[in-house]
């Protein structure tokens, strides 16, 4: 079974940091490129960074180029979202999945972790 647990979201003030994690299991890895996305509430999901299966090419939405930083660590099987200079707008759930060249891998979605950005 593919599963993702995600965690790390929270309530911080803007400007503030948080660090996301994704915990993955049921698949190699190591093997496939991965992918954090965000839902806003009445809002569709949304690609937010890509990484390559060996971390070496990166890729963000525009909105947080600059501010988040995609990384993953394979022998722990683990992706990460640094977040920084977090903007209200930033306020979604966060949602991992591997991906293939063009979409998402696998129809398995994780509970998300809830990112609130407010004063």
């Known amino acids: 079974q593919v599963q993702f647990v995600e965690s790390g979201g929270g309530l911080v003030q803007p400007g503030g940091s948080l660090r996301l994690s994704c915990a993955a299991s049921g698949f190699i890895f190591s093997a496939n490129a991965m992918g954090w996305y965000r839902q806003a509430p009445g809002k569709k999901r949304e690609l937010v960074a890509t990484?390559?299966?060996?971390?070496?090419?990166?890729n963000y939405a525009g909105s947080v180029k600059g501010r988040f930083t995609i990384s993953r660590d394979n022998v722990k099987r683990t992706m990460y979202l640094q977040m920084n200079s977090l903007k209200p707008e930033d306020t979604a759930v966060y949602y991992c999945n591997a991906r293939s060249d063009y979409a998402t891998l696998f129809t398995n979605w994780g509970q998300g972790t809830q990112v609130t950005v407010s004063s």
């Open positions: 990484i390559t299966s060996d971390g070496s090419r990166t």
